[in-house]
């Protein structure tokens, strides 16, 4: 059984944000839908690791893959964007295989794939995709992709719907184990280890030297007030850096860029040269933008999160010479730079996926053609990897506890290296420098792969 909706580009998203300032208007309808905070209790407690979750029956396990519908407003921005396939195809290409291939705990995938409508996001919107989920279908697990607000994850796991987590968003340590074992993430790193790790490369590129103050655009979120108070502030007084952080309201476009505009008056009176941002692709996007309109001008510190592919595709949105010495980290190579940069496929893991899809005749041409196919075969593949030995007791703690045994024998088609183990709720666990190179107007990898934590 397999159920098909809507074809989406849940990138998008995450690039919905990066539109000029004149566009604000035709982002009106998508405006939530971005990276944000989670807030959210759902403590969960001791659960059970023997007998079967919800959504699994003797011989099948169901699993729903959202999706993001924002076509309508790429059209009318008129966005360039690689075309991404057919997601809903996809998902039916992992169900195939991975049914094929002893299926999840022995058990047959039935795999639903839901569109979610962007202009719609809501808390409340966010509750009934929930519903739909975890009543309607009755999955054991979700694949969410562009689940910003801060009551969805914890309404799966109130649920005990094991969530692997395929959006760039900020899940934390104090989030993960807030709502283990519900929450998982099988491509992107914990964001603390990444902000240890955007804050360690930028020191050893230089970004920082004969500098004394940084400006630090940061989503007003409770993880990324965490995260900068624990982690940046500490480093940045260690560097002899004083931070200009400026807060953005990311509610709405109309507190973004009252914010990002804000930002950029105040940091060029404080004469800052050097800004980094903290919490999603959209401020970089809009701010770069908004910062050319305020004649104010810096080196930029971007990472994956910021989308730096969308950056350079887009230069009649985002001004050019403003990525003129931009710097940062890289863990997501079909939004960070092009084939050329870094041949395709390059890894194991991206190769395993590109069989799989192969299989159903579908074909990518460029890396980032498989954006979204990536992260659905991650999840898929880390499900069925974590299940192979559980057998009647198919539920999430079982599976969070087979999941972690899998050490570095899961590793991310969309990064580089994997590493699972004791406490760790994310298994991408590899990153790149990063610069922007002037004579392709393209970001570029500089040096090798670096791991997020110790193996």
């Known amino acids: 059984m397999w159920v098909r909706e809507r074809v989406h580009d849940w990138s998008l998203a995450l690039r919905a944000g990066a539109a000029a300032v004149a566009a604000v208007v035709a982002f009106a309808g998508c405006s939530s839908v971005m990276p944000g905070a989670l807030d959210g209790g759902g403590a969960t407690g001791d659960q059970p690791v023997t007998g079967a979750g919800p959504g699994v029956t003797a011989d099948s396990v169901k699993v729903v893959f959202v999706g993001v519908d924002l076509k309508a407003t790429a059209s009318v921005t ?24 002893g299926g999840v705990a022995g058990r047959k995938m039935v795999a639903v794939y839901r569109d979610y409508e962007a202009a719609d996001d809501s808390p409340a919107a966010e509750e009934r995709l929930c519903n739909q989920v975890t009543q309607d279908d009755k999955a054991f697990a979700v694949v969410l992709t562009g689940q910003f607000q801060s009551n969805a994850r914890p309404c799966y796991a109130s649920r005990r719907t094991l969530v692997l987590d395929a959006t760039l968003v900020a899940n934390d340590q104090t989030t993960f184990t807030k709502l ?21 490369s930028l020191e050893q590129q230089q970004y920082f030297a004969g500098k004394t103050k940084a400006g630090v655009v940061a989503a007003d979120t409770p993880t990324n007030r965490s995260a900068y108070e624990r982690l940046a502030v500490p480093e940045l007084k260690r560097l002899n850096v004083t931070p200009a952080v400026a807060w953005i309201d990311t509610t709405d476009l109309g507190t973004l860029n009252a914010g990002l505009n804000q930002a950029a008056v105040d940091f060029r009176a404080k004469g800052v040269d050097r800004v980094f941002f903290l919490g999603g692709a959209r401020m970089a996007s809009f701010f770069l933008t908004v910062a050319a309109a305020q004649s104010f001008t810096a080196r930029y510190a971007l990472s994956s999160f910021d ?19 931009a710097v940062g980290i890289g863990f997501n190579p079909s939004q960070d730079v092009p084939d050329s940069a870094y041949p395709f496929p390059g890894t194991d893991a991206e190769r395993a996926c590109l069989k799989v899809y192969e299989a159903d005749g579908q074909k990518f041409a460029t890396r980032e053609n498989a954006r979204v196919a990536f992260p659905y075969c991650d999840a898929a593949l880390l499900l069925q990897a974590g299940a192979r030995d559980l057998g009647a007791d198919l539920n999430a703690a079982a ?35 990063l610069a922007y190179d002037g004579g392709c107007g393209c970001f570029a990898y500089q040096g090798e792969e670096v791991p997020f934590a110790a193996r």
Do not use: C
Request: aromatic share 14%; no cysteine; glycine share 12%.
């Open 180 to 200: 283990a074992p519900y929450l998982w993430s099988a491509s992107y790193p914990d964001y603390d280890e990444f902000v240890r790790a955007f804050l360690g």
């Open 307 to 325: 989308n730096p592919s969308f950056l350079v595709n887009n230069p009649a949105t985002i001004p050019k010479e403003g990525l003129e010495g």
């Open 399 to 433: 599976w969070s506890k087979a999941a972690r045994a899998l050490g570095t024998g899961f590793s991310p088609a969309t990064g580089f290296a994997g590493l699972l183990g004791p406490g760790r709720f994310s298994a991408a666990n590899g990153y790149r420098p």
């Open 78 to 101: 008129g966005f360039k964007t690689a075309d991404a396939g057919d997601p809903a195809r996809q998902v039916k290409a992992l169900e195939t295989w991975v049914n094929a291939n």
